[in-house]
């Protein structure tokens, strides 16, 4: 080689873009340029004193040292790949080194030169990116929404596990598959059209639809957008599957609970309330000795239409209103108690409201009425519900002289141990018992067996939903004590039945 050729090989080393490098088999440095200096941040003097071994990452050396070895062993020429340096001020410096052995005259290896590309930028890039994807891809595993990629032509990119449990599929089995391998014929129609309009528009859309599915219909919400190349063309299409059916519940709850909050509330403010009566006789003399007061709604001021209670007693329950109309209809029933014996239905909400027991309590004083021409009945779902504030209710109103009656008899489970904790007066026989008495033997026993335990517990019975004269007859038989029903009398208003009843006094 030519002393220029020598001269022009230095140079183009000593001032090469990259670090490189002269090692000895020993690991010290024989030629170092300045880049080489520069991205360890050493100086040519400083390096000197030094070993590559001393400035490679800790978890790198082993490795080095190993190929070292087999360069010296005659087993290997070359080395390519990616390691760690320890620069001066404590940084790690990622590199990608490429090794070669130099051969002396005898053919041995003398030396090594390195070329060491600064990599820490890429490195760094692409350790973000890798932890870009392992969130979204984190994000996706976790979230209960279904989301899947497609491509122009249907086909499916990417899916998470919500979408594969959504539809039933292995896991990865979607990926690479069109639509049609996935949704069912009717769906598909659906799915592409608002693909197709997403591609076509270049525009989110949402849309919900109705899926019918086990154990009830389900609700779901899908929203579509476009995914964009770097140019702007779209590539595909990422759709996001949401189920809000009970989402959509609770909304038609609140929707449903500020409906019937206003309408309850108006009702009472306009006087839209107003009570009938079902005639209760006495299966002994035949005669009409009480009434039960039913509940009905005036559909809006000066219409004719009456709701009944079974529309709006179950909203009202359902959202807490249902004591504001137990309210009205003692205040309205305890008047009425001045003159006639009625029985007041109350809720399970009401007898368990201590707020509610005192003021019942002051209405029934304040009233004048006889109390024992009052009647509190409950349900048996009630007391079930909460025994011990149906306990002390029934206390607290006979303590002033009124009567308990406990309605709907004998569906419960366990009815007859609430005779022995309750302080009651009457037992209402379920209406169950009693519509088929006369052919039924089973409720013949049922009838007879209440109708014995009452009596043994000094409780009178009255018996419920009596429709024709033989069942009122066998009732009489079986020495029930009251009935009522469409035979003997249907709800009617209150005027009707005691004529002597004003519109002003049962508004009073």
């Known amino acids: 080689m030519s002393i220029d050729a020598e001269r022009l090989l230095v140079s183009a080393f000593d001032h090469a873009p990259h670090g490189m490098s002269v090692v000895a088999l020993d690991g010290s440095w024989l030629r170092i340029n300045d880049a080489y200096c520069d991205l360890v941040g050493y100086s040519h003097e400083q390096l000197r004193g030094l070993s590559f071994p001393e400035l490679t990452h800790p978890d790198d050396v082993a490795a080095d040292l190993a190929w070292l070895r087999k360069v010296v062993a005659g087993e290997t020429e070359r080395l390519d790949r990616e390691k760690r340096y320890i620069a001066r001020d404590g940084s790690i410096v990622w590199v990608h080194s490429r090794a070669e052995v130099i051969h002396d005259a005898e053919g041995r290896p003398a030396s090594i030169v390195t070329s060491l590309q600064d990599i820490t930028g890429r490195r760094a890039a692409d350790e973000a990116l890798r932890a870009s994807e392992e969130r979204l891809m984190s994000i996706l595993r976790n979230t209960p ?3 899947c990629v497609q491509d122009l032509k249907y086909r499916y990119l990417l899916v998470n596990e919500a979408f594969e449990r959504r539809f039933g599929l292995d896991a990865g089995w979607a990926v690479g598959r069109r639509d049609d391998e996935v949704l069912a014929p009717d769906a598909l129609v659906v799915d592409r059209e608002f693909h197709d309009r997403v591609v076509g528009n270049g525009e989110l859309v949402v ?36 189920d809000v059916t009970d989402l959509r519940d609770h909304e038609e709850g609140l929707r449903s609970r500020l409906e019937w909050t206003d309408r309850i509330h108006a009702a009472v403010a306009q006087d839209r309330f107003v009570l009938h009566a079902q005639p209760i006789i006495n299966l002994a003399s035949g005669e009409v000795e009480q009434a039960e007061l039913l509940i009905r709604l005036i559909d809006r ?35 009425l108690a001045r003159d006639h014996r009625v029985e007041l239905n109350l809720s399970g909400q009401t007898i368990s409201d201590p707020e509610q027991i005192k003021a019942i309590e002051r209405l029934v004083i304040e009233s004048g009425a006889p109390p024992e021409n009052i009647i509190f009945e409950i349900t048996e779902t009630a007391v079930v519900e909460d025994t011990a504030a149906a306990r002390h209710f029934a206390q607290r109103l006979r303590g002033l002289g009124c009567a308990f009656a406990l309605d709907d008899f004998g569906v419960g489970f366990g009815s007859f141990t609430y005779l022995k904790h309750l302080p009651v007066d009457y037992l209402k ?5 009693v519509r088929e008495l006369v052919n039924d033997e089973a409720d013949r026993h049922v009838v007879s067996a209440i109708v014995g335990v009452a009596r043994n517990f000094g409780i009178q019975t009255v018996a419920e939903g009596v429709e024709d004269q033989a069942t009122l007859d066998l009732l009489r038989e079986m020495e029930v004590d009251y009935a009522q029903g469409f035979w003997i009398g249907r709800p009617i208003p209150i005027q009707e039945l005691w004529p002597t009843v004003s519109k002003t006094k049962e508004k009073a």
């Not at 709701?307 to 807490?320: D, G, I, K, N, T």
Request: charged share 25%; proline share 6%; hydrophobic share 45%.
């Open 145 to 147: 929404d279904a989301v």
């Open 207 to 242: 849309q919900e639809q109705v899926v019918i599915a086990a154990g009830g219909d389900r609700v779901y919400s899908t929203a579509r957008f476009p995914l964009r190349s770097e140019g702007g063309d779209i590539y595909g299409v990422c759709s996001m599957l949401r």
């Open 301 to 335: 001021l000066g219409s004719p239409t009456l709701v009944p209670p079974c529309e709006f007693l179950p909203a009202a329950e359902r959202f807490e209103l249902v004591g504001l109309i137990d309210r009205w209809v003692v205040e309205r029933g305890v008047e």
């Open 429 to 433: 026989i379920d209406i169950d018992f």
